[in-house]
T-cell receptor, first 116, second 115 residues
Framework: DARVTQTPRHKVTEMGQEVTMRCQPILGHNTVFWYRQTMMQGLELLAYFRNRAPLDDSGMPKDRFSAEMPDATLATLKIQPSEPRDSAVYFC??????????????FGQGTRLTVV | KNQVEQSPQSLIILEGKNCTLQCNYTVSPFSNLRWYKQDTGRGPVSLTIMTFSENTKSNGRYTATLDADTKQSSLHITASQLSDSASYICVVPGGTNFGNEKLTFGTGTRLTIIP
């Protein structure tokens, strides 16, 4: 069945290293979201794309985070350099949306990132 | 500031019992409200989406209610099962830009069903 696929599922890295998380959205979906979940903050929207164009990345620390969609089947979230406070679960979600539509987001399994 | 508050933070009930989870929101403008279920170690899964005109919506043993006047929603679970143990998150899209993709998430209610 159709699902959002995220890789890797788990990542442990040292502070200062670059981290790349990947997401394959559900085929046919035109909207891709990146969320971060921590115990303290819950789920926070980092950025989202419509038809591969970034619509909003105001939730993302610009100095170290970057999000791209090289093609319709791949979304990436990079952190460079990583810091211990970036430790969280990062979720990708996709949906079909547009003005006036209630975009239902389908979430992937998440990437659990630990920065030591 | 758009906010979504949920109560209780956590709840433990016996298998077979019913329970009700609460959600209060201040998000404006309002277009719809969603309930998600998140199992441990997994991504959230949508249970229901309620629009402004809907008061009640059911999905199996889950029934969501919405009072847009008081800005409150509830999720009622009937005849709970062990598999209902999860976090239940209330989500309200907000903002006027680009439709309603900017979701404001509640902090969730952690539900534990014990045999």
């Amino acid at each position: 069945d159709a699902r959002v696929t995220q890789t890797p599922r788990h990542k442990v890295t040292e502070m200062g290293q670059e981290v790349t998380m990947r997401c394959q959205p559900i085929l046919g979906h035109n909207t891709v979201f990146w969320y971060r979940q921590t115990m303290m903050q819950g789920l926070e929207l980092l950025a989202y794309f419509r038809n591969r164009a970034p619509l909003d990345d105001s939730g993302m620390p610009k100095d170290r985070f970057s999000a791209e969609m090289p093609d319709a089947t791949l979304a990436t979230l990079k952190i460079q350099p990583s810091e211990p406070r970036d430790s969280a679960v990062y979720f990708c979600a996709s949906g079909f949306g547009g003005p006036g539509l209630n975009t239902e987001a389908f979430f992937g399994q998440g990437t659990r990132l630990t920065v030591v | 500031k758009n906010q979504v508050e949920q109560s209780p933070q956590s709840l433990i009930i016996l298998e077979g019992k019913n329970c009700t989870l609460q959600c209060n929101y201040t998000v404006s403008p309002f277009s719809n409200l969603r309930w998600y279920k998140q199992d441990t170690g997994r991504g959230p899964v949508s249970l229901t989406i309620m629009t402004f005109s809907e008061n009640t919506k059911s999905n199996g043993r889950y029934t969501a209610t919405l009072d847009a006047d008081t800005k409150q929603s509830s999720l009622h679970i009937t005849a709970s099962q062990l598999s209902d143990s999860a976090s239940y998150i209330c989500v309200v899209p907000g903002g006027t830009n680009f439709g309603n993709e900017k979701l404001t998430f509640g902090t969730g209610t952690r539900l534990t069903i014990i045999p």
